[in-house]
């Protein structure tokens, strides 16, 4: 198991992030020179306080939103280097995202909405892979059912197979538990955990729960827009400790 690397690159390195919404009297600075970077095959947890530029991070790192100032470098790609047409096949093909609301396509198979990215990238499916995806979501028996027949649970294991169906540089998570019952959360949880241990995926996951946290190998504390502190090796009780030392949530 990976906790941090200091010899490998990272697979993703904001160095710098400024980001400001609007102009003028009504500007609002989400980052405010973010620095963070993450290592290969490691379980990063971002949390902070509302505001603090979470999903900002989560939008700049992922190439969905530009930053102002600053580089992002995905795999070794600057994403400021590319149009928008290369920063939406970057997406497609080097990135895998798991949202809370799962996303899934509702007249697509559990088969079809795995593969899907695949589909839009013109990839061919590689079999072997996606059958070992399946399995390890535990949905081998469910490839040919619509969405609405699947619990909550199992429509966001959906949603993380398809996340890896394209053997992404990094998955990010964007509270991908927030939706589930604290047992099915659990699930999924320690689904991510295993594919980052077993599988070696870097997984970036943005969440409010400490529980969730716990789940990560590190957990990067932003506020107002930078870098706070970090923590390796979370428990729950740990994390809720220092989010306490670091003010209103
Ligand atoms: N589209 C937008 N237009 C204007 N301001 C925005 C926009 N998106 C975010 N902001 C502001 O930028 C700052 C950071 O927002 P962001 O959503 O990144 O924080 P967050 O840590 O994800 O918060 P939360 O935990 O509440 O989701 C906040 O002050 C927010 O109001």
């Not at 003028?24 to 990063?44: C, I, K, M, Q, S």
């Not at 949202?99 to 072997?128: E, G, H, K, W």
């Amino acid at each position: 198991m990976i906790v941090t690397s200091t010899e490998e690159d990272p697979v993703v390195r904001l160095d710098g992030v400024h980001k400001t919404y609007g102009k003028g009297a009504g500007a609002v600075p989400a980052l405010r020179g973010l620095t963070l970077d993450f290592a290969p095959g490691t379980f990063t947890a971002v949390m902070g306080p509302s505001g603090a530029g979470k999903s900002t991070f989560l939008h700049c790192a992922a190439g969905l939103d530009r930053p102002d100032a600053g580089s992002v470098v995905l795999g070794g790609t600057d994403l400021a280097s590319l149009s928008e047409v290369e920063l939406t096949l970057l997406r497609r093909e080097r990135v895998g995202f798991v949202f809370q609301a799962y996303n899934l396509m509702t007249a697509l198979s559990v088969a079809d909405n795995i593969t899907l990215p695949l589909m839009l990238a013109d990839r061919r499916p590689d079999r072997s892979w996606l059958h070992e995806v399946a399995e390890r979501v535990g949905l081998a028996d469910r490839m040919r059912h619509k969405p609405a027949e699947l619990s909550g649970g199992q429509q966001q294991r959906v949603a993380i197979a398809r996340a890896l169906a394209a053997r992404p540089e990094v998955v990010f998570a964007d509270e991908p538990t927030g939706a589930l019952d604290t047992r099915t959360a659990r699930q999924v949880l320690q689904l991510l955990r295993d594919v980052v241990d077993d599988l070696g995926q870097t997984v970036v996951m943005v969440t409010h729960d400490p529980v969730a946290a716990s789940y990560a190998h590190r957990v990067v504390f932003l506020a107002d827009g930078r870098y706070a502190q970090e923590l390796a090796r979370p428990t729950a009780d740990s994390v809720a400790e220092r989010m306490t030392s670091l003010g209103q949530w």
